[in-house]
């Protein structure tokens, strides 16, 4: 495992405690969605991994850490349609400890070809999840969030074509999207492996769910994540599945 903490470029950026995200040149910032995908998401048994919508490159560094810690060979390829984002990714990627374990490539998911004999063993993705047109200031944000340039039907549908037939694919969502993408990924064969459902505190609502789904036939568990006690201190689990990341803890 490296335990050494690169020196994050010169400019506005995430640090973490192997690894230093930039992300001001594109859409989707780091977030508290994205850590916590990165940090609950199974670890593949067949270690190639496919991070689509990359962005800052966030959720690849994030599993490079994790692989690395188990000594295994591992390889991420992860996609953007962005080039903005995508030169950020190498550049976050090239600095990081793992630099010979990804590549980065400007592509429309729906039209990837993996060339590979293998297929993915983790497919994991933070993807867009507004379908009612809403417009921001930040173009490159809008476009990183609106899901009309990638639905999730067409998206279960190319990831059946690239994960592994013991695979996993997990996503994080609004609770209301979520529910749609379940219909969804049911009515087409997708079995739901893992749900947690992530509220802010213990007094709110769960208003964000991370799910993991395969094609092959699995136990299925839930989960409820609360990020902040009563008190508003990070709560215990919160901590422990974030610990290995975050400076803080």
Same mark, same amino acid.
């Given at each position: 495992?490296?335990?050494?903490?690169?020196?994050?470029?010169?400019?506005?950026?995430?640090?973490?405690? *192997?690894?230093?995200?930039?992300?001001?040149?594109?859409?989707?910032?780091?977030?508290?969605?994205?850590?916590?995908?990165?940090?609950?998401?199974?670890?593949?048994?067949? #270690?190639?991994?496919?991070?689509?919508?990359?962005?800052?490159?966030?959720?690849?560094?994030?599993?490079?850490?994790?692989?690395? &810690?188990? *000594?295994?060979?591992?390889?991420?390829?992860?996609?953007?349609?962005?080039?903005?984002?995508?030169?950020? &990714?190498?550049?976050?990627?090239?600095?990081?400890?793992?630099? &010979?374990?990804?590549?980065?490539?400007? *592509?429309?998911?729906?039209?990837?070809?993996?060339?590979?004999?293998? #297929?993915?063993?983790?497919?994991?993705?933070?993807?867009?999840?507004?379908?009612?047109?809403?417009?921001?200031?930040?173009?490159?944000?809008?476009?990183?969030?609106?899901?009309?340039?990638?639905?999730?039907?067409?998206?279960?549908? *190319?990831?059946?074509?690239?994960?592994?037939?013991?695979?996993?694919?997990?996503?994080?969502?609004?609770?209301?999207?979520?529910?749609?993408?379940?219909?969804? &990924?049911?009515?087409?064969?997708?079995?739901?492996?893992?749900?947690?459902?992530?509220?802010?505190?213990?007094?709110?609502?769960?208003?964000?769910?991370?799910?993991?789904?395969?094609?092959?036939?699995?136990?299925?568990?839930?989960?409820?994540?609360?990020?902040?006690?009563?008190?508003?201190?990070?709560?215990?689990?919160?901590? #422990?599945?974030?610990?290995?990341?975050?400076?803080?803890?």
């Amino acid at each position: 495992m490296i335990a050494s903490i690169p020196s994050p470029p010169r400019r506005g950026g995430f640090t973490f405690k *192997q690894f230093f995200v930039g992300h001001d040149r594109c859409g989707m910032k780091v977030s508290t969605d994205g850590v916590l995908l990165g940090a609950w998401a199974p670890l593949p048994t067949t #270690r190639r991994v496919l991070d689509i919508g990359t962005g800052s490159g966030l959720l690849s560094l994030m599993l490079a850490q994790r692989l690395d &810690a188990e *000594q295994t060979p591992f390889f991420i390829d992860a996609i953007d349609i962005d080039l903005a984002a995508v030169e950020q &990714a190498r550049e976050n990627c090239a600095a990081s400890p793992w630099q &010979a374990h990804f590549t980065v490539w400007q *592509q429309d998911i729906l039209a990837w070809n993996d060339l590979s004999l293998e #297929r993915y063993g983790l497919v994991i993705c933070n993807p867009p999840y507004f379908q009612n047109g809403k417009s921001y200031r930040d173009a490159q944000r809008e476009k990183a969030r609106d899901s009309s340039t990638l639905d999730h039907p067409a998206l279960l549908k *190319q990831v059946t074509t690239l994960l592994s037939e013991e695979g996993f694919f997990s996503v994080v969502l609004p609770i209301q999207e979520a529910e749609q993408f379940t219909h969804y &990924a049911r009515t087409t064969g997708w079995i739901l492996s893992q749900q947690c459902d992530v509220s802010e505190r213990t007094d709110r609502p769960a208003k964000r769910r991370m799910m993991t789904w395969r094609r092959c036939p699995t136990q299925s568990g839930t989960e409820h994540l609360v990020i902040r006690d009563e008190q508003g201190q990070y709560s215990t689990d919160f901590q #422990r599945l974030t610990k290995e990341f975050y400076l803080a803890f």
